[in-house]
C-alpha cells in the first residue's frame, strides 16, 4: 500500500469506486482507495440496480444523464459487462396533478436533452400486457432508462481505475484522520498511513462515523429498504420463448411501488410508509453484506395493490426478500461537493439513488478537485446546503419522512412537516396569529404567506394557481398601496474586519466596494471560470475606533449560508489579517416597503430624517424604533420605497409591535416569501440559485454593472475575460407569456422557436402589480431582442411569450427612489 498519494478515497462501493475511477481519468494516477472489507459489500451489493432519469432537480437530473452514456462506454473500455438493460421507464399517473408532475418534468428533460414521451393508457398496457390499467390516465416513458448489475459495475469501475494506475486497497480498515504539520491530510489505517492532498468520504453507512473522525456532523442516516423477488411465472417464461422484449419498469407512484422484470419472475420495490431509520449510530465494526429481517407487515398495503395491479405478483410466490439499509439525506439528493470548514475533505455520501448518480458524482467530484470547479452547477447537491441544525434526531425524522415521500407528488410549492417548526423568530407566534402559513428555509420557518379572512391558514401545493394564489395578491397589492412588513431574519449575516478585510473583500467580489462609511452595495463573488458563486450585500461600517481597520456587514441569502460562509472564509488570508464574525443567530431583519413605508418610518424613529437628501438609496443609519437600537438600509428585494431594519434579534418583538401599532391607520399588513418571489420578478431582480448559476458567465446573467474589469484582480477575473474572449452563448431576458389561465411559469419550462429550444425559464410568477404572467429566462442572444415572439411548455401547453424589456414595473424606479 503507498503511504503517499494525491488523494485518497474512502468507501469501496460504486459511489468511491467511481470517484477513483474519474480521479484517474483526470490524471491523478497516484490516487488511492481503501475498503474496510470486499467491494461493494456496504450497501452497494443489494440494490436493485435501477437507473431512473427521472428527477426534478437540474443537478441530480444532469448526474444521472450522464451516468447513463458513461455506463455503455465503460462497458466498452474495459469488456466488463455491467449487466446494463435499456428496457425503459415507465412511469404513471393516476391524477391530474400526477400528470403535471410529469410534464414539469417534461420541461426539464427537454432543457439537458434527456428522451421521454407520453403515453396512453392503451399502451401502457402493450408495453406492460401483465398489468391493468384501470384507473390510469396516462404516463411518461423515458425509453433510454433501464436496470444494471451493481456488483458488476462496480468492478468494471475498479477494471478502469486500476488499468490507469490507480490503486485499490481491500480489508483496509480507516481508524481515524488527521492533519499533518505542513497541511495536509494523514489516513490512518490498520495497515498503515497514507498522507495525501485530499480525502474523499464515499463511506455509505458509515458516513457519520467517517464524519466524526474529522469533527463533521454529516446529515446522512440511512433507511431500511424492503425488495421483493418472485419465482418464474409461465406468462413472463412464454414472452422470453416467444423472443418478446422484457418489459421494462413500471412505477406507479400513486400505488408507492414499482415492478420489473427479473429473469422469468418480477421485483416490486415498494416505498411503504412507516419505514425505520436505522445506524443511526453507524454499523458495527464487523458489519458485511448485512441485511436486516424483512416485515411483511410494513409492506402490507403496497403488497395488496401490487397483486391487484399486476396478478402474476401474487401467483408466483416469493423467492427472496431483501431488507438493506439505503442511506438518505434530509431532501433525498445525494451530498456531492467540499466539506465545510475543512480545507480539501469531499463528500460523496447520502446516495438514495446510488447506482444512478455514481458517474457523474464521480465525474462532477473529480472536476471539482483537479480543476477547481465542476462543469454542472451542483448547488442542488452540495453538502453545504444543510447547517447545524441537522442534529441526529432531526436526521432521523427527516430522512424517514424523504424515504416516505419518494413516490408522493413533488409540488414546486411543497413544504415538509417533519421536526418543524425549528429555528423560528421571536414574532413567529404573532405572524401564526394574523394568519402565516409557514414553509421553511435552513431549518428557519419563515411565512410564506398570510390566509385571507375567512379562510383555513394551510397550504394547498400544486402545479398551478392554488388556493394561496389570491392572497398573495392581496398582500402584492398592498405593498404597493400601503405598506407591507415581511421577516427576513434567516438572512445569512457576518461582519468582515481587520487590517486586511478591505483588501480581502476586494479581490471576493468583482463589484467595487462601498466607498463611505453608511454605504452599500451589491457584490459577487465569482466561481474560477467566470460564472457566480455567490451573491452578498456588503455595507461597510464605521472603522474600528482603537484601531481604524475596515468593517464590513456582509448579508446572503440564507438558504445559502453555509454555503457563502463557507466560501468567505476558505478564501480568507491565513495571517490573521481578516476576522469573520457570524451574526446570522444574532440579528433580525425586517422588511418594510411600500409608498407609506417613509410615512411609518419617520413615525416609529422621530429622530431620524428619513427623506432623501438626508437617507438616500443605497445607504444606511442607526437608528432607534421605539426605544429598541437598529440599523435601517434604504434597499429591498421588491421594487418599492422602503428599507431594511437589521436589529439585535432580542429587541425584535418590541420593533415588531412598535411598527404595527404605528402603521395601523396606514394599512399595514404582513407578507411573505411568495409575495416577495411575485414582486421581484416584477422588477427583474435575479436570483442566486435561479438565474445566477456557475454554468453562466456573469455577464451572461445581467450583471454587467455589478462587474468592473477595471479594478484590480478578483477572484474569477482572469476566467470571466478568457469566456468573453470566447464569446457568450446565453444572454438574460424577461418575457411576458400572454393568454395564460390557470398556470404560470415554475422554472425550467424550456422556450423554444419553431420547436428548436432557444432558451430557459429560471423563474416564473403572476405579477399582481402588473397583471402580467411574467418569466426570467436565459435565452441564445440571438433571440433575445425586444419583441421577439417566441414560445414556452407551462404544464404540456405551448403558450406565446415575448421578450420585453427588463423591470415591467417601475422600470424608471421612481417608486424605489420616491422623494419625500
Known amino acids: 500500500m503507498k503511504s503517499h498519494a494525491r488523494a485518497v478515497v474512502i468507501g469501496g462501493g460504486v459511489v468511491g469506486v467511481s470517484a477513483l475511477y474519474h480521479l484517474a481519468e483526470k490524471g491523478w494516477t497516484d490516487s488511492v482507495l481503501v475498503e474496510r472489507r470486499e467491494l461493494t459489500s456496504g450497501s452497494t451489493w443489494h440494490a436493485a440496480g435501477l437507473v431512473p432519469l427521472f428527477n426534478m432537480s437540474y443537478a441530480v437530473g ?273 451530498i456531492v461537493g467540499p466539506a465545510w470548514d475543512l480545507p480539501n475533505f469531499w463528500l460523496s455520501e447520502g446516495h438514495s439513488f446510488g447506482i444512478t448518480a455514481a458517474g457523474g458524482a464521480g465525474q462532477q467530484l473529480a472536476e471539482w478537485i483537479v480543476e477547481g470547479e465542476p462543469s454542472v452547477d451542483m448547488l442542488g447537491v452540495d453538502p453545504r446546503r444543510y447547517g447545524d441544525y441537522c442534529t441526529k434526531s432531526y436526521l432521523k425524522a427527516k430522512n424517514e419522512e424523504a424515504y416516505d415521500h419518494v413516490f408522493i407528488v413533488h409540488y414546486p410549492d411543497e413544504e415538509r412537516p417533519a421536526a418543524r417548526p425549528l429555528r423560528r423568530t421571536p414574532i413567529h407566534d404573532r405572524l401564526k396569529a394574523l394568519g402565516a402559513v409557514f414553509g421553511q428555509s435552513f431549518g428557519w420557518d419563515r411565512a410564506n404567506f398570510f390566509a385571507s379572512e375567512g379562510t383555513p391558514q394551510e397550504d394547498h401545493w400544486s402545479f398551478r394557481r392554488s388556493n394561496w394564489h389570491e392572497a398573495v395578491g392581496i398582500e402584492c397589492r398592498n405593498v404597493m398601496e400601503n405598506v407591507g412588513i415581511l421577516d427576513l431574519s434567516g438572512f445569512a449575516k457576518c461582519r468582515i474586519s481587520g487590517a486586511g478585510a478591505e483588501a480581502f473583500l476586494d479581490r471576493l467580489v468583482a463589484n467595487r466596494l462601498p466607498a463611505k462609511s453608511g454605504s452599500l452595495r451589491l457584490g459577487h463573488a465569482l466561481s474560477l471560470g467566470g460564472g457566480v458563486h455567490s451573491e452578498f450585500s456588503i455595507l461597510r461600517d464605521e472603522p474600528d475606533f482603537l484601531t481604524g481597520d475596515p468593517s464590513f456587514y456582509v448579508v446572503s441569502a440564507g438558504a445559502f449560508q453555509r454555503l457563502d460562509h463557507d466560501w468567505i472564509k476558505k478564501h480568507m488570508p491565513a495571517d490573521g489579517s481578516v476576522r469573520f464574525d457570524d451574526l446570522t443567530n444574532a440579528m433580525g431583519t425586517l422588511i418594510i416597503a411600500g409608498p407609506k413605508a417613509r410615512t411609518l418610518m419617520q413615525r416609529v424613529a422621530p429622530g431620524t430624517d428619513f427623506g432623501n437628501d438626508a437617507f438616500p438609496w443605497l445607504t444606511a443609519q442607526k437608528i432607534e424604533v421605539g426605544v429598541a437600537p437598529c440599523r435601517a438600509i434604504r434597499a429591498n428585494f421588491v421594487g418599492e420605497l422602503g428599507w431594511e431594519l437589521h436589529h439585535p434579534i432580542e429587541y425584535q418583538v418590541h420593533i415588531f409591535d412598535a411598527l404595527m401599532a404605528a402603521g395601523a391607520d396606514l394599512g399595514i399588513a404582513p407578507f411573505g416569501i411568495r409575495a416577495m418571489e411575485s414582486l421581484r420578478i416584477e422588477k427583474s431582480y435575479r436570483s442566486p440559485g435561479r438565474e445566477y448559476s456557475i454554468e453562466l458567465a456573469a455577464l451572461e446573467s445581467g450583471l454587467a454593472r455589478f462587474v468592473d474589469l477595471s479594478k484590480g484582480d478578483f477572484i474569477g477575473k482572469e476566467g470571466l475575460v478568457a469566456w468573453q474572449q470566447r464569446g457568450f452563448a446565453w444572454t438574460s431576458a424577461t418575457l411576458e407569456v400572454h393568454d395564460t389561465i390557470d398556470a404560470d411559469a415554475l422554472g425550467s419550462n424550456p422556450i423554444s422557436l419553431n420547436g428548436a429550444v432557444v432558451g430557459r425559464c429560471t423563474s416564473g410568477n403572476y405579477g399582481f402589480r402588473t397583471g402580467k404572467s411574467l418569466v426570467l429566462a436565459t435565452l441564445n442572444p440571438e433571440f433575445a431582442e425586444i419583441g421577439q415572439v417566441l414560445e414556452i411548455d407551462i404544464l404540456g401547453d405551448r403558450f406565446r411569450c415575448t421578450v420585453i424589456q427588463d423591470s415591467p414595473y417601475d422600470p424608471e424606479n421612481e417608486r424605489i427612489k420616491a422623494a419625500g
Open 62 to 334: 444532469k448526474l444521472h444523464q450522464y451516468s447513463i452514456d458513461f455506463y455503455q462506454r465503460l462497458e466498452k473500455e474495459t469488456g466488463q459487462d455491467v449487466g446494463f438493460r435499456q428496457v425503459s421507464n415507465i412511469r404513471v399517473a393516476q391524477t391530474r396533478d400526477r400528470m403535471d408532475e410529469f410534464r414539469q418534468y417534461a420541461g426539464v428533460a427537454d432543457t439537458i436533452g434527456v428522451e421521454f414521451e407520453f403515453i396512453t393508457p392503451a399502451q401502457i398496457k402493450e408495453l406492460w400486457p401483465l398489468a391493468s390499467v384501470d384507473g390510469f390516465i396516462g404516463a411518461i416513458r423515458n425509453p433510454t432508462d433501464g436496470y444494471l448489475q451493481p456488483a458488476d459495475l462496480t468492478q468494471a469501475l475498479a477494471i478502469g481505475a486500476r488499468n490507469k494506475g490507480a490503486e485499490i486497497n481491500r480489508n483496509t480498515s480507516v481508524t481515524g484522520i488527521s492533519r499533518t504539520r505542513a497541511g495536509e491530510w494523514c489516513v490512518h489505517t490498520d495497515k498503515g498511513d497514507i498522507t495525501c492532498e485530499h480525502v474523499i468520504s464515499a463511506t455509505g453507512s458509515f458516513a457519520r462515523q467517517t464524519g466524526r473522525m474529522v469533527g463533521l456532523d454529516i446529515p446522512v442516516i440511512p433507511v431500511e429498504h424492503q425488495y421483493i423477488v418472485t419465482g418464474s411465472h409461465p406468462d413472463i417464461a412464454a414472452r422470453i420463448e416467444q423472443g418478446l422484449p422484457e418489459m421494462g419498469i413500471l412505477r406507479v407512484p400513486d400505488e408507492r411501488y414499482y415492478f420489473r422484470q427479473e429473469k422469468d419472475g418480477l421485483i416490486l420495490g415498494p416505498y411503504e410508509r412507516d419505514a425505520k431509520a436505522c445506524y443511526l449510530d453507524g454499523p458495527s465494526a464487523d458489519s458485511e453484506y448485512e441485511l436486516f429481517q424483512e416485515d411483511f407487515d410494513r409492506l402490507e398495503t403496497e403488497i395488496e395493490a401490487a397483486m391487484a395491479r399486476v396478478p402474476a405478483f401474487g401467483e408466483a410466490g416469493v423467492k427472496e426478500v431483501y431488507n438493506g439499509a439505503i442511506c438518505y439525506t434530509p431532501d433525498g439528493n445525494p
